[in-house]
């Protein structure tokens, strides 16, 4: 059960929920197979159906893990709930995980490239400013951005912190 750090927890839930994350996960985990085992030939590597039309495409896979597999709540008290169905409970377990690490890096990097880019523009402006006033408060936001991205860069768990890590049960 990962809890949303600081007031953009709708942000991660939808986060946790996005098809660009989930289409991401599936392409590098190589899920394809795994969601629609029934139609993919193991021994052969390939899909049963060699007809195109036949074949699951990654916008089916999405919808499978979001709509079937993955299931997320926010409660009011800032706690999100994520749970997995699956045949197997592990891999279950593996996939909530994932996707909360997932979510945090990229939000973790989103906030570094947004800090570096506030920056350079408050490094162009100091060098603008021309009362004392102005340029202590280009200081004054470039620490804070400085701060951000200290935070961004040392915690692993920047969005959301796991309270329960996801395991199979007994």
């Known amino acids: 059960t990962p809890v949303a750090l600081g007031s953009r927890r709708d942000e991660y839930v939808a986060l946790l929920t ?5 289409r991401e996960y599936i392409e590098r985990k190589n899920l394809m197979p795994i969601l629609f085992e029934d139609m993919w030939d193991a021994a052969n590597g390939r899909w049963k159906k060699q007809d195109p039309s036949k074949v699951p495409k990654l916008c089916d896979g999405v919808d499978k893990l979001s709509k079937k597999v993955i299931h997320v709540q926010a409660a009011k008290s800032g ?4 749970t997995a169905e699956w045949s197997d409970p592990q891999l ?12 945090n890096e990229h939000v973790r990097v989103q906030t570094i490239e947004d800090a570096n880019r506030g920056m350079e523009f408050l490094g162009r402006e100091l060098k603008k400013a021309d009362t004392l006033t102005v340029r202590e408060g280009i200081y004054r936001l470039q620490e804070a951005n400085l701060n951000k991205q200290m935070l961004a860069n040392v915690q ?5 912190r796991t309270v329960d890590v996801a395991v199979p049960p007994h």
Not at 18 to 22: F, G, I, M, V, Y
Not at 92 to 103: C, I, Q, T
Not at 156 to 160: G, H, I, T, V
């Open 18 to 22: 996005s098809k660009t994350l989930l």
């Open 79 to 82: 706690l999100i709930r994520i």
């Open 92 to 103: 279950a377990a593996e996939w909530v995980n994932d996707l909360v690490k997932s979510v």
């Open 156 to 160: 692993e768990d920047y969005a959301l």
